[in-house]
Every structure is written in structure tokens, then in C-alpha cells.
């Protein structure tokens, strides 16, 4: 393994999860930029409100309420020519009265190959927190190009969840 990369990979039934860090080498590239100032594009709308009042950047931010364990579909990005590259999903979570967990999840989808996750466990949100960051990572090899990229957010309980800020970044790998 190569220097400043600490990964963990497991493969089960076709899903790749990937736990750790890399140390990009040279700058990030950001490939979206989501602030939620509107509701432009996001794909789920039932349970999900703008909401202009409370915000990680004082714009605005989407605010879920779920009875019930869900995922809310937020972006697809379409193809953005990207590989041999850690790719994350970012973004800022509050929570307040979730009984369960809420955290990110991105899908990438590759042709002929179909779709692989990654899931922001490590630093998933529960209770009453205020503004945190998560990040889930997709590590890319050569020749690996999703035509697709699924940004997610699931929430496994109830409560109210707000998200905002949210990025699609590119790093490369040393």
C-alpha cells in the first residue's frame, strides 16, 4: 500500500464499501456545487421543504421530515468524465428529536458494470446535533468512469434532518 493511503475495501455481493482516507496529491476539484438556496433539481419532494430560516451558510437549507425510515433522493449528476480519482460526496447535516441515524450515501453507476455504494456510517447523526459535516468517499480506479452519480441522504428513524452545502469533489490518488 502506498504511503499516507489507509483503506479498507471489502466486496460483497457486488457492493464495494470503502472505509479510510486518502491524502490527495495536487488540488481538489470541485464537480458540483448544491447550496440549497432552492429546491431546483432535487428529485424527492414529498417530506422536503426549503427552508430559509435556519441554514449552514445563511442561504438556505432542506429540511426532511420523516415518521418513518426513507431515503431522499437529492441530485444525479449524469456523467462527469472523472476516474482513477477519490470522489466525494459532502455536505452539512443538522438533526434535531431523530430517533435512528441519518447519513449520506452516494451510488455510482458504471456501464455494463451496474451500481456500487458508499455510505458515510462512520459519522452518521442521531439525536439533536447542530451542523456537522459528512463525507462519503468512492475510490476510482483507471478506466472506472461512473455515467452516473446518485447523491442520497437516508434516514433510519424519525425526526427532522436538514441538509445543506452540498459538493461533489474530486481528488487525485498519490
Not at 476510482?140 to 468512469?145: I, V
Amino acid at each position: 500500500m502506498k504511503p499516507g493511503i489507509n483503506l479498507l475495501v471489502i466486496t460483497l455481493a457486488g457492493i464495494a464499501f470503502a472505509s479510510g482516507c486518502s491524502k490527495p496529491s495536487g488540488e481538489t476539484v470541485e464537480l458540483r456545487h448544491y447550496a440549497m438556496n432552492d429546491m431546483h433539481d432535487v428529485l424527492t419532494r414529498s417530506g422536503v421543504e426549503l427552508d430559509t430560516d435556519i441554514s449552514s451558510d445563511g442561504g438556505g437549507s432542506l429540511r426532511i421530515t420523516a415518521n418513518q425510515a426513507t431515503t431522499v433522493r437529492l441530485f444525479e449528476t449524469g456523467e462527469l468524465d472523472v476516474e482513477n480519482a477519490r470522489l466525494s460526496y459532502q455536505a452539512k447535516l443538522r438533526s434535531e428529536n431523530l430517533q435512528g441515524k441519518v447519513y449520506l450515501e452516494m451510488w455510482c453507476h458504471f456501464p455494463g458494470k451496474g451500481e456500487f455504494f458508499s455510505r458515510a456510517l462512520d459519522t452518521a447523526v442521531s439525536g439533536t446535533v447542530e451542523w456537522a459535516s459528512q463525507e462519503a468517499p468512492f475510490f476510482l480506479k483507471t478506466g472506472e468512469n461512473p455515467d452516473n452519480v446518485k447523491l442520497n441522504l437516508v434516514i433510519e428513524g424519525s425526526g427532522t434532518v436538514w441538509v445543506d452545502d452540498i459538493r461533489l469533489v474530486q481528488a487525485a490518488l498519490r
